[in-house]
């Protein structure tokens, strides 16, 4: 019985020193001493205990340093962990690769997450960034209507952004009238409600021979509220 018990508070030891590891590593990657939370998470990593967790600590703080070799070796660790952490790894992946840039690279994390049914706020907020970035304006559309949807946007806050997708996707389709003012009378009535739209519109639709549409937006704008 005494092995069994000195091997039981071996574990215990073991599991509070890497509980205080993982901590230390937390501290250490919001005081921004990025090296010292990469020691602590490597510590936590290796005793076994919440590796998943761990790994993504190192990681955020690799790449905090612009370590990308040690940044991709603690995403792989944080991978083979399989499903313990995969979103959380995932929204970290998508996250840092916005924050480098990497715009494709984090649309392919956040479709993965999209496609396992994962559109929460901050994934829709990613997506608003990312979309705006690639030129991707129907997502820039959909992303910002569900922010919007759960009040995670105000209407001052999206207008600029369904303005810019609408505005961007109308001179998609400037070289085709018919498909244009197709795409204008689709517009939710509740977006037309922005007079700057409108006014950027207009002129489009006249260009293309929508003459009688962009009379009739003309108009309307015209008439106070």
Do not use: C
């Amino acid at each position: 019985e005494l092995p069994a018990r000195v091997a039981q508070w071996r574990d215990r030891r073991r599991r509070e020193k890497a509980g205080v590891a993982l901590r230390e590593a937390l501290r250490a990657l919001f005081e921004g001493r990025f090296a010292q939370a990469v020691k602590f998470a490597s510590s936590a990593f290796s005793s076994g205990e919440s590796p998943a967790m761990a790994a993504l600590v190192a990681a955020r703080a690799a790449h905090a340093m612009h370590d990308e070799t040690r940044y991709r070796i603690w995403l792989g660790h944080a991978a083979e962990q399989g499903e313990e952490a995969r979103v959380a790894r995932l929204m970290t992946e998508a996250e840092l690769a916005i924050e480098g840039r990497r715009f494709e690279e984090a649309a392919e994390r956040l479709e993965t997450l999209r496609v396992a049914g994962h559109r929460h706020i901050a994934a829709l907020r990613m997506a608003v960034k990312v979309a705006s970035a690639l030129g991707q304006w129907d997502e820039l559309l959909r992303s910002t209507r569900q922010l919007l949807k759960h009040k995670a946007l105000s209407v001052d806050q999206a207008a600029p952004l369904l303005r810019r997708a609408h505005l961007e996707r109308m001179g998609e389709l400037g070289a085709d009238p018919a498909a244009l003012a197709t795409y204008w009378n689709a517009i939710p009535a509740d977006e037309l409600q922005d007079r700057r739209l409108v006014e950027r519109a207009v002129p489009l639709l006249a260009a293309v021979g929508q003459g009688a549409l962009a009379l009739l937006w003309t108009t309307w704008s015209l008439v106070p509220l």
